[in-house]
């Protein structure tokens, strides 16, 4: 059998219907636009009081000699600093709100939390290191092996990382950093969800520290294990509009 | 003629009886179990509706948020908090190029203002413990963190082995210094950093480069500590975290 081939004008069609071709048209734009994302809302420009603030906050902490930490909420990052500089960038994923409720009814804080400083964070579960005791004599031991066989760990390997962990301030801010993706190198187990469940059950009726303002930062788990491997003993947090 | 007995719920000795009398009981403790799985319903959805109910941040609520600072609004204030926060800035602010040391990842940065000048792979401290169980003295081989600054630099370096050398190796303290000395163990070049004992410099084992190996000491490859020796001058900035 011969197949019959038609020569075909791609723009026959067109042509020949202009009409149905336009009303196609305007059909694929009003879907279009009605899919189309809505623009995000413009993230405030401080004004020049908070900048002045921001500058006092600054200077303040830069004099003291200590690392800290910048949440910068408009650059969704994270900044480790010391005497105002930049020293390292932790990208941020998200950022929520917590507001604590009571039988799903949920209580708004206007507590100021923004353009401050943060003091005294406890780190929970604590920073801890796998520390290796050398045995004198010992290759295997020896921070620097002279046999070439063998590879002493890093600090990666040494300091495990949870994927749930929290930074509790003493005037009341907390901060729950939850890390997404797999984490490299060594891994600690976070708390079961219950537990964090059951606690929260219990800050949120009042038994043990309730904190006033909790935030919610979700980060990609390298750049979050990065961060908590890197954590100083004193941990203080300057929030950034 | 029998009549077949009429059922009496009281009459214990009838075949039922004990079914009749237990009856009442169990409907009662088929109660008392339902208004116990009601509560525990209840509670249930008490716990699941009581915690913390997690927003995304938006703007408007980053400004309701954000701490007041009324005396900010005044032009005066406004400069001379920035007249005060410049004042300290230049007397912070790193001069020339300045160092960071990522002693976690083992890397180095060394900047110029905002400019990137080298990514080096280092070697910092493998965090391991030594005891002498002679004289009871331990040493924790951590690279110390804060801000330091080049106090010394020096060409073709000699290390003077510390007794942990000797104990770690399980070999005996020598008593003189010329024992200790060793040739061409720091490299090329050495500098020298503003607490005791603690330096920038070479190694002899480039292929643990990236991983946490020294005793405290910050060991940079060949190329890059060549490019460190030009770039930075005495009273440069080290940031080490």
Known sequence: MQRRHEPTNPTAWRASHPAAASFLAVVLMLIGSGCSTPQPEPWPQPSQAQQAQL??????????????????????????????????????????????????????????????????????????????????????????????????????????????????????????????????????????????????????????????????????????????????????????? | MKHAPEPNENNTSHSDGGAMIRRPALVATVMIWDVLALLALLGYAVFLGTGYEYRTLRPADAIKHAEPFPEGADPAVQAKIKRDSDKVFRKLAPRGSHVVIDRVHNRLYLWRANTLLLEAAISCGAGSRLADTKTGREWTFD???????????????????????????????????????????????????????????????????????????????????????????????????
């Open chain 1, 55 to 241: 500058v006092q906050e600054r200077t303040r902490l830069a004099k003291d000699n200590l690392f800290y930490y910048e949440l910068r909420l408009g650059e969704r990052a994270i900044h480790l600093c010391h005497s105002g500089v930049s020293l390292r960038k932790y990208p941020v994923q998200t950022i929520e709100v917590g507001q604590p409720r009571f039988c799903y009814l949920a209580r708004e804080s206007d507590q100021p939390w923004i353009q401050r400083t943060w003091m005294d964070g406890e780190l929970s579960p604590p920073w801890e290191i796998r520390r290796i005791r050398i045995i004198p004599g010992d290759e295997r031991t020896r921070p620097t092996p002279e046999v070439a066989g063998i590879i002493p760990p890093t600090m990666e390997e040494i300091i495990p990382v949870p994927a749930d962990f929290r930074l509790r301030f003493k005037d009341g801010l907390d901060v729950w950093f939850h890390l997404e993706g797999s984490i490299p190198y060594a891994v600690r187990e976070s708390a079961s969800p219950w537990q964090r469940r059951w606690e929260d059950f219990g800050e949120s009726v009042g038994f043990g520290p309730a904190s006033r303002i909790r935030l919610r930062v979700v980060m990609e788990a390298a750049d979050g294990a990065a961060m908590f491997r890197s954590f100083p003993q004193d941990l203080t947090l300057l929030v950034t509009l």
């Open chain 2, 143 to 241: 690279t110390p963190v804060g801000r330091f600054r080049v106090v010394n630099r020096r060409e073709y370096p000699v290390w003077v082995a510390p007794d942990w050398e000797f104990i770690e190796a399980n070999e005996p303290i020598p008593r003189s210094r010329s024992a200790r000395v060793q040739e061409g163990m720091l490299g090329e070049y050495a500098l020298d950093l503003n607490i005791p004992g603690y330096m920038i410099h070479g190694t002899l084992y480039s292929r643990l480069l990236g991983r946490s190996v020294s005793h405290g000491c910050i060991r940079v490859g060949r190329d890059d500590l060549r490019v460190l020796w030009r770039k930075v001058p005495i009273g440069s900035t080290v940031f080490i975290f």
